[in-house]
Nanobody, 122 residues
Framework: QVQLVESGGGLVEPGGSLRLSCEAS????????TGWYRQAPGKQRELVAS???????TYADFVRGRFTISRDNAKNRIDLQMNSLSPEDAAVYYC????????????????WGKGTSVTVSS
């Protein structure tokens, strides 16, 4: 079984920065994609940023230029550096890993973290 543990959320003032981390543990053969979603109260969960096996990254328009996703393949870890935060960025942030646990399996499974809360307020 694969488990994801997130860290780095908290309270920050507008214009400030936070760095979120997510580390996957357990049986992992290969990672197809990984990234971050967020969900604000009363809103649907939305993709923030993702990174696929070849290193290509994708960002939502509302974070492009402010957030940076990075990956440490050896540690099965991803980070999300968030700069110039605004109250609109306040949400629970969830990481995910789309991965294969065992060689010979062709259909990846999706695993989610439990979420880490980001509050942006003065």
């Amino acid at each position: 079984q694969v488990q994801l543990v997130e860290s780095g959320g908290g309270l920050v003032e507008p214009g400030g920065s936070l760095r979120l981390s997510c580390e996957a543990s357990g049986r992992i053969f290969s990672v197809y994609s990984t990234g971050w979603y967020r969900q604000a109260p009363g809103k649907q969960r939305e993709l923030v940023a993702s990174i696929v096996a070849n290193g290509r990254t994708t960002y939502a328009d509302f974070v492009r230029g402010r957030f940076t996703i990075s990956r440490d393949n050896a540690k099965n870890r991803i980070d999300l550096q968030m700069n110039s935060l605004s109250p609109e960025d306040a949400a629970v942030y969830y990481c995910y890993f789309e991965l294969i646990e065992t060689a010979g399996v062709w259909s990846p499974d999706m695993y989610w973290g439990k979420g880490t809360s980001v509050t942006v307020s003065s």
